[in-house]
């Protein structure tokens, strides 16, 4: 049965394939290391300027033309366990790598935290922002009952004024 790849067989070709893609493999997950180094330099409270969002563009830029010439080779050889575990294991080491990196330009994490401690308390997250909290705008008893949760989880009190709030 023949499909879009090739059946299996052990030939040169194949080997050198293989190689070829693991090679390239191995220069994604160093890239990636790169970007999992570089990720602490986005953590919330640094300054935008000295965050190397050019060099991490860039890198990802290179990462996408070495997946795509990766797929473009695995996609030529033949069917074999050796190639789905090859892939397998680079993708795995990958996600594992960036698993204890910061997020990169993302806030989104500091609004859920936010999100699920005002659910917690009875209160829609909706209905006040964490800036109109802080500043003190309103008060009722479910902001007496937030302020109290910024007071006593202080770490709730550094989310970011979020772009969108800024239009409402």
Not at 28 to 39: D, E, N, P, R
């Given at each position: 049965?023949?499909?879009?790849r090739?059946?299996?067989?052990?030939?040169?070709?194949?080997?050198?394939?293989?190689?070829?893609?693991?090679?390239?493999?191995?220069?994604?997950?160093?890239l990636?290391l790169?970007?999992?180094?570089?990720s602490?330099?986005?953590?919330?409270?640094?300054?935008?300027?000295?965050?190397?969002?050019?060099?991490v563009?860039?890198?990802?830029s290179?990462?996408f033309?070495?997946?795509?010439?990766s797929?473009?080779?695995?996609?030529?050889?033949?069917?074999?366990?050796?190639?789905?575990?090859?892939?397998?294991?680079?993708?795995?080491?990958?996600?594992?790598?960036?698993?204890?990196?910061?997020?990169?330009?993302?806030?989104?994490?500091?609004r859920?935290?936010w999100?699920?401690?005002?659910?917690?308390?009875g209160?829609?997250?909706?209905?006040?922002?964490?800036q109109?909290i802080?500043d003190?705008?309103?008060r009722?008893v479910?902001i007496?009952?937030?302020?109290?949760l910024l007071t006593?989880?202080?770490?709730?009190?550094?989310?970011?004024?979020?772009?969108?709030?800024?239009?409402?």
């Amino acid at each position: 049965m023949t499909g879009f790849r090739k059946s299996r067989g052990d030939s040169g070709g194949e080997s050198r394939g293989t190689v070829g893609v693991a090679i390239l493999g191995a220069a994604q997950l160093a890239l990636v290391l790169w970007i999992a180094g570089a990720s602490h330099a986005f953590e919330y409270g640094n300054e935008e300027s000295s965050r190397p969002i050019l060099g991490v563009v860039a890198i990802l830029s290179v990462m996408f033309a070495l997946s795509m010439v990766s797929l473009f080779l695995a996609l030529r050889l033949p069917d074999t366990r050796r190639l789905t575990w090859l892939v397998l294991a680079v993708a795995i080491a990958m996600r594992s790598v960036l698993l204890w990196s910061e997020p990169i330009q993302e806030v989104d994490i500091y609004r859920y935290i936010w999100d699920g401690a005002v659910t917690s308390q009875g209160i829609s997250p909706y209905r006040f922002s964490p800036q109109s909290i802080t500043d003190g705008e309103q008060r009722n008893v479910e902001i007496d009952s937030l302020v109290d949760l910024l007071t006593n989880a202080p770490g709730l009190g550094s989310v970011p004024k979020l772009p969108f709030q800024e239009i409402s």
